[in-house]
């Protein structure tokens, strides 16, 4: 038999060797472990999972893994002998972390087994960590931000944002939210909450039924009961064309819209400014201004021309607060032009 044919062989022999079996057998006492309700200020807590080793075997904890860094464990090495019982001490460090919470460690032993430990509880926040995280009072109510900022979107989506609510003391709330534009939903992840606990807010915008485009701030209130105080978060988004909508509705044939390279300066009259801006349709339908805005000015008294025909010139007119100073503003226009729906002009005010 060959060298080659002999090492197969013992592999062979190897292989088909049944390894030991562990016979060990685990009786968990704490599988749930409710921390109950303490103050931050109090420092972490801990509490014990313990199981009781029912095999013939001895039994080693080869390691615990917790969900998240607040959670932290410690155990022995030692081997669990038969009848023996492990303690595992599991502490949540609440620094920071106010309201309900539900976390987990998984206890992993020598002989590949493992059992999931749930942790949960509420920590009463204090006023730091309080102001740090909601710092937007609504009451007995406080909301982890004053804007929620759903991004830049196509016309026809509609975006959605997450807000969290923590609920102070002494009785449970019934959070109300008041949307003044309908275009504007919210759901809320419970419809009462007690000290403690945290409630999520998902606001969904639809664009379609804002009817405007460009940027869009919509004010929605929040507070925790018919006779609380309330607060009032700016919902903002910014809705662009949807390019597919236009070249569908356009059926081949689309406006293109160019402007000069040196518009007209803005000129002061009368305390305020006046401008100006020329606007040409290079393409094969008529193009629609559908807004002007400015992010740094005032824009007034917009006045939009019709719809350019093709190979035809428009002119947009505004009027803007008299600045001081040497300033520069951009200055945006929005049409229909499926390839380039918004176009941008910087303009230099030397007053």
């Known amino acids: 038999m060959s060298k080659l044919a002999k090492i197969s062989l013992l592999i062979l022999a190897l292989l088909c060797i049944e390894a030991p079996r562990s016979n060990a057998a685990l009786r968990w ?15 972490p807590r801990t509490m014990q999972a313990r199981f009781i080793n029912t095999g013939p075997d001895d039994v080693v904890i080869f390691n615990v893994k917790a969900s998240c860094g607040c959670t932290s464990a410690k155990w022995s090495d030692d081997p669990i002998a038969p009848g023996d019982t492990a303690v595992i001490l599991i502490t949540y460090d609440p620094y920071m972390r106010p309201g309900r919470f539900e976390k987990s460690v998984t206890v992993h032993t020598h002989d590949g087994t493992r059992q999931r430990i749930t942790i949960h509880g509420n920590v009463l926040g204090t006023p730091e960590s309080l102001a740090s995280l909601y710092p937007v009072e609504a009451g007995r109510m406080r909301l982890s931000d004053s804007v929620l900022d759903l991004g830049e979107v196509e ?12 609920i102070l003391g002494p009785d449970s709330v019934k959070p109300i939210v008041n949307t003044p534009n309908s275009a504007i939903t919210v759901k809320k992840s419970a419809k009462a909450a007690a000290p403690g606990d945290l409630v999520t807010f998902n606001l969904f915008a639809d664009t379609r039924a804002l009817g405007e485009y460009g940027p869009v701030e919509l004010p929605v209130n929040f507070s925790a009961g018919e006779d609380s105080e309330s607060a009032i978060v700016k919902v903002r988004i910014f809705v662009k064309p949807d390019r597919n909508r236009l070249l569908a509705m356009q059926k081949g044939k689309n406006p293109r819209v160019s402007a000069d390279s040196t518009p007209n300066p803005l000129e002061i009259k009368d305390g305020h400014l006046e401008g100006e801006i020329e606007l040409r349709n290079d393409g094969d339908a008529p193009l629609a201004i559908l807004r002007v805005w400015s992010k740094s000015l005032a824009i007034e008294n917009i006045k939009l021309p019709k719809p350019i025909k093709p190979g035809k010139t428009g002119i947009v007119k505004f009027t803007a607060p008299a600045a001081t100073g040497i300033s520069r503003h951009e200055i945006s226009v929005i049409t229909n032009d499926p390839d380039r729906p918004i176009i941008s002009f910087t303009r230099v005010i030397n007053n």
């Open 29 to 43: 006492l704490e599988t749930d472990c409710d921390f109950g309700l303490w103050h931050e200020e109090a420092g």
């Open 155 to 166: 016309e026809g989506r509609v975006p959605n944002g997450f807000l969290n609510a923590y």
